[in-house]
């Protein structure tokens, strides 16, 4: 099979052990495959096929990048054609006789291969699944008055869009920190996931994260409530995977008040009931000093190193990714780092501070940090990069800064950067260290200073990895001292 590779030099990266290489390759035979699948599904099924066309047109994101899974009939060869593709049977059935896929180098749609007939015996597809945040939303924005199985902010629930004369099946999924398809499977019933209290809970375990505290006279106190408090979350919660997601469902609602664009497209996702079940990963900044506490709280949360970005003599930066194995979350962690320490395991170990921060450590500087007051840098999820750039502009005025990855693959940019405003204590600090001149402090007083962005980015191929010497350009480019 013929595959295409990012050039090591544009897109490198190494995991920060040195003990595996992430070397994310461009899959487009598979992409091919599942794009002809869900071309059957659009076909097949009017409610499918409507949401292709709306999707692009309303909200700027493309029907492949919402699918949570397709069911395939079995015929011969399909099995081996799947593992020549990439993918790998997982330990979750979709159902008895019916084994799943998933894609562990590529970013694709989970595969389940079933003996069924009846609805699909026409075709290869015999149903597709959406992935939305709340199938309760989507039901009501499409008018469907769907039927939910599964508990209240369980594990996995599922609603069928019962047809008549559609030839493919439509289901709708909410997944919380679960890879299976059993809204009521035996061993999270043991584990005590799916315990009549258990919405109680997890309800409780969320305003416990969403209620916090932030704000700390010192960072260090800060990290010491917060590693406390994740604990408290976790044990409510009752299981770590849950956990994780909640957490980051309430930081990317904390993030969302504080960035006017990701507002903008929320509610366009939100008109038709999806919410940000297309988030590709988010953007965490930290010190220095504190990283390895904030990669410590994340690993508390079950998240896994992913590559380390060691930016080397191209700038002034580096940057661990983690993925999360059961929600699917992806982080991406970045920090000011000097050429030589290119080797260092920042990820464990604290650095030194900087006589004179770069543009990651400013930020911390005149914002906080992103696990406590900050919030995140901004969130980035998958669009159709043309599209969602123009119709943010035309609908709202959003500006979108210039591509800083601009691949047949992987497109990437920031809207334009909003501003915050910044305390005078932390604009005082920065003066009197040296960071910041007298008109910067008097311009970030008055003004603020770069906050966040939303981030548009559009991925092709299945291609799951990130360009390190464009993310240096953009990092770079963002500077709270270089804005006016």
């Not at 395939?72 to 159902?95: H, I, M, S, W």
């Not at 679960?178 to 997890?202: E, I, K, N, S, W």
């Not at 080397?312 to 929600?327: F, R, S």
């Not at 699917?328 to 395991?345: H, M, R, T, Y």
Request: proline letters at 5%.
């Amino acid at each position: 099979m013929k595959t295409s590779t990012p050039s090591a030099s544009t897109l490198s990266a190494a995991s920060s052990a040195a003990t595996y290489q992430f070397d994310w390759r461009c899959w487009p035979e598979t992409e091919e495959a599942i794009l002809h699948w869900i071309g059957q599904a659009v076909a097949g099924h009017p409610l499918i096929g409507s949401l292709a066309q709306r999707l692009p047109e309303e909200t700027g994101t493309r029907l492949a990048d919402w699918v949570d899974h397709l069911v395939l009939r079995d015929q011969p060869g399909l099995t081996d054609r799947l593992e020549r593709l990439g993918f790998v049977r997982q330990e979750a059935a979709y159902a008895l006789d019916a084994p799943a896929y998933h894609h562990p180098g590529a970013i694709f749609p989970r595969i389940a291969v079933t003996p069924a007939s009846g609805v699909g015996a026409v075709g290869e597809v015999v149903e597709l699944a959406l992935k939305v945040e709340s199938i309760a939303e989507f039901s009501s924005a499409h008018n469907l008055g769907l039927t939910i199985a599964g508990y209240p902010l369980g594990p996995y629930r599922v609603a069928k869009v019962e047809t008549p004369g559609a030839t493919v099946g439509f289901a709708v999924v909410e997944r919380r920190g679960y890879v299976g398809f059993d809204p009521f499977d035996g061993d999270l019933a043991r584990l005590g996931r799916l315990t009549p209290h258990a919405a109680r809970d997890a309800l409780a375990a969320r305003d416990l994260w969403r209620g916090r505290r932030r704000r700390f006279a010192d960072d260090a106190e800060g990290f010491d409530f917060t590693e406390a408090l994740l604990a408290r979350v976790i044990a409510t919660a009752g299981d770590r995977d849950l956990a994780c997601h909640l957490v980051f469902e309430v930081e990317r609602d904390y993030w969302m008040s504080r960035n006017r664009a990701a507002r903008v497209q929320k509610f366009r996702q939100d008109r038709l009931g999806l919410g940000w079940a297309n988030h590709d990963h988010h953007t965490f900044r930290c010190s220095r000093a504190f990283f390895p506490r904030t990669i410590g709280i994340f690993r508390e949360l079950g998240f896994l190193l992913r590559e380390a970005f060691h930016a080397g003599q191209d700038a002034g930066w580096g940057a661990q990714v983690l993925e999360h194995p059961t929600t699917g979350i992806v982080i991406f962690a970045d920090l000011d780092l000097l050429p030589e320490e290119l080797d260092d395991d920042f990820s464990h170990h604290p650095l030194k501070p900087l006589p004179r921060p770069n543009t990651v450590g400013l930020w911390v500087a005149l914002h906080g940090e992103s696990i406590l007051d900050a919030g995140m840098h901004h969130l980035e999820a998958q669009f159709e990069f043309d599209l969602l750039r123009d119709q943010l502009q035309a609908e709202a005025g959003i500006e979108t800064m210039k591509p800083f990855s601009d691949f047949p693959f992987l497109r990437q940019a920031f809207t334009k950067g909003e501003t915050w405003p910044v305390a005078p204590h932390r604009a005082d600090y920065a003066l009197a260290q040296g960071w910041i001149d007298a008109e910067q402090h008097a311009r970030f007083l008055r003004e603020g200073a770069l906050g966040s962005h939303l981030e548009n980015l559009q991925r092709r191929q299945g291609y799951k990895g990130f360009n390190q010497q464009a993310v240096g350009l953009i990092i770079a480019a963002t500077d709270p001292r270089l804005a006016h």
